[in-house]
């Protein structure tokens, strides 16, 4: 069983920066940063494949957010800039144990089967 665990949400105002942690018990997965408000359904952030780089970029997030690889094994960041209002969610590691090239474009909810428990961004204006 692949566990997965999140930490860093906290509260922030418009403008400032915060970055998410993600913990894996698996190496070599598809791996994927979801969130999700209340009433809407959990939206595709980023996914990566370790080592190979970024396979999928939301339009919202392009150029504020990026990924970078912890020292400690299996340990990923999301690295959250320029974060507005509309940030604001619960936010979700994920994993689905694949190789990079099926990793290409992974973006749905459903593309993954492991998930963490979710940590929450605020963004105050």
């Known amino acids: 069983q692949v566990q997965l665990m999140e930490s860093g949400g906290g509260s922030v105002q418009a403008g400032g920066s915060l970055k998410l942690s993600c913990v894996a018990s698996i190496d070599s997965a598809c791996m994927g940063w979801f969130r999700q408000v209340p009433g809407k359904e959990r939206e595709g952030v980023l996914t990566f494949y370790p080592g190979g780089g970024v396979t999928y970029y939301a339009d919202s997030v392009k150029g504020r957010f990026t990924i970078s690889a912890g020292d400690a094994k299996n340990t990923h960041y999301l690295h959250m800039n320029k974060l507005t209002p509309d940030d604001t969610a619960l936010y979700y590691c994920?994993?689905?144990?694949?190789?990079?090239?099926?990793?290409?474009?992974?973006?749905?909810?459903?593309?993954?089967?492991?998930w963490g428990q979710g940590t929450q961004v605020t963004v105050s204006s």
């Open positions: 994920a994993a689905e144990p694949v190789g990079w090239s099926q990793c290409l474009g992974r973006s749905k909810s459903t593309d993954f089967r492991y």
